[in-house]
């Protein structure tokens, strides 16, 4: 049913993304009884986007952020 509220309504589609940066790690060759040392900075850079598009009229608007809640493993 639509009504005089539903017509001034903006209807959204919402979505967001988490992109993270991991090292590259590979198999190698080493010597025996020598194990391969690999380094690490303890942190990997990480950003998030956040996104909405009004389906009436095309508009979009984007955010980006390195401070958002990374989603739970379970």
Do not use: C
Not at 34 to 40: E, G, H, L, M, Y
């Amino acid at each position: 049913m639509i009504t005089k509220e539903t017509e001034d309504a903006v209807l959204l589609y919402i979505d967001e993304t988490h992109i993270r940066s991991y090292h590259v790690l590979r198999s190698t060759w080493s010597e025996v009884g020598r194990q391969k040392q690999v380094p690490t900075f303890g942190h990997h850079a990480h950003v998030s986007r956040f996104g909405a598009v009004n389906i009436h009229y095309g508009e979009t608007v984007l955010h980006q952020t390195t401070a958002a809640p990374m989603p739970r493993r379970s």
